[in-house]
């Protein structure tokens, strides 16, 4: 999906420009063996993540109850001691805080992200045995009349990375400007990497943070310059205005110190981000593809190489090792392929329909499932499919969470 960063934009289809040799593939032989999601750069999701040891999932309800949830025995159970508890009062000990957002799982812990007196953005730790909640940060805005939202998030070497959304008040409007947020997991400081310039976060090793970062035809003023202009005005209103008229249709690929005070330029041209950016990661590995080009970023080495050029160009993502990708000039002539990580033979995914139009989207991966949702009758619905029956093309046995036995 092509976008800039800022801001979604119309995605452009071309001719189909590259045939992809199976290399006489074998789905089966493929899907035999699954791994444990990888511990580095789990995204904070909405709602559902992996648990530690890969089995099962991690879930909230709408009544902001914590659930666990065994694909294999396909059942959802409340993490509450009280067998006896209807999870509907706050002596509930699996009731999450009152306005859960983000959920992950990562080190053995579990982090929520929550919005607290209105306009604070806040990330908590809870202990998955004790079901204690400690609070890891608040991030307040300057203003009380300011909001800060969460909208993603990825923990990576025990550090948080939170993107949020400033929502600032002013004469009678509101205006939205992107922060990217690090937050030391051990003692809870906070860093603010990016505030008001668009970005997408991309993944963060040991030794680099990666990070899109439009560039424009003019630079921006500084906020003293403008304040110095504009004494009276709104420093994120004009950035806002400023992004629009001046966006130069390119962005760069850095490659950040950890310190973010120096970086490399990895690459730069026309982005194309995926739908679900939390499956871009892969450990300390990482997908991005500029002007149609689909690349595999090692964050440890620096290194990165292509895994297929193509104007067609459609969706692409990481499920259980495999680079999965989308090529088609519309969404119903789409063809879907796989290749391992670390390279080799490309597989063609069978398709979910016959005209090739995806009903199941995955959106988290345990060791032997995918969650993800599906087109039912009248909405998106959630649902759990095998990786088995995933990469075999069998979405028939798809699981919809709704008809999965619950306490």
Not at 72 to 92: F, I, R, W
Request: glycine content about 8%; some cysteine.
């Amino acid at each position: 999906m092509k976008r800039q960063i800022g801001t979604m934009v119309g995605v452009s289809l071309l001719s189909l420009a590259l045939l992809i040799p199976l290399n006489g593939c074998q789905q089966t032989e493929q899907t035999t063996q699954h791994a444990v999601p990888p511990s580095e750069n789990i995204a904070l999701g909405y709602s559902w993540t992996s648990s530690s040891d890969g089995k099962g999932f991690y879930f909230y309800d709408s009544y902001t109850v914590l659930r666990y949830c065994e694909p294999g025995a396909q059942t959802q159970v409340s993490l509450c001691e009280d067998t006896n508890c209807k999870h509907s009062e706050d002596s509930c000990t699996a009731r999450l805080i009152d306005t859960p957002s983000l959920l992950a799982c990562y080190g053995g812990d579990l982090y929520v992200t929550s919005s607290e007196e209105k306009n604070h953005a806040v990330l908590w730790k809870m202990d998955p045995e004790s079901y204690q909640l400690t609070q890891v940060c608040d991030l307040a805005p300057e203003l009380r009349r300011d909001t800060y939202l969460f909208s993603e998030g990825t923990l990576a070497h025990g550090y948080a990375y939170l993107n949020l959304t400033r929502q600032l008040a002013w004469q009678g409007k509101v205006v939205e400007a992107p922060v990217l947020v690090q937050v030391n997991l051990e003692d809870g400081t906070a860093q603010t990497l990016f505030d008001g310039v668009p970005f997408l976060f991309l993944g963060a090793g040991e030794d680099r943070v990666l990070v899109a970062v439009d560039t424009y035809d003019v630079p921006p003023l500084s906020q003293e310059n403008y304040l110095q202009q504009e004494p009276e005005g709104n420093y994120y209103a004009y950035l806002n205005a400023y992004h629009t008229e001046h966006y130069s249709g390119i962005s760069e690929i850095r490659a950040y110190t950890p310190d973010m005070t120096d970086y490399q330029l990895v690459t730069q041209g026309t982005p194309w981000y995926n739908s679900t950016p939390a499956l871009t990661r892969y450990g300390d590995t990482v997908l991005y593809a500029i002007d149609h080009v689909l690349y595999c970023y090692d964050l440890a080495s620096g290194e990165s190489r292509t895994v297929v050029e193509d104007d067609t160009l459609l969706d692409y993502f990481i499920l259980d090792g495999q680079i999965v990708y989308t090529l088609g000039k519309s969404s119903s002539s789409a063809r879907t392929y796989y290749t391992p990580l670390e390279g080799g033979a490309v597989c063609e995914l069978t398709p979910d329909t016959e005209d090739g139009s995806a009903v199941f989207t995955p959106q988290r991966e345990s060791r032997d499932y995918i969650y993800g949702q599906y087109t039912g009758p009248y909405s998106l619905q959630d649902g759990l499919l095998s990786k088995e029956d995933y990469f075999a093309g069998r979405y028939e046995d798809l699981i919809p969470c709704s008809e999965m036995e619950a306490d």
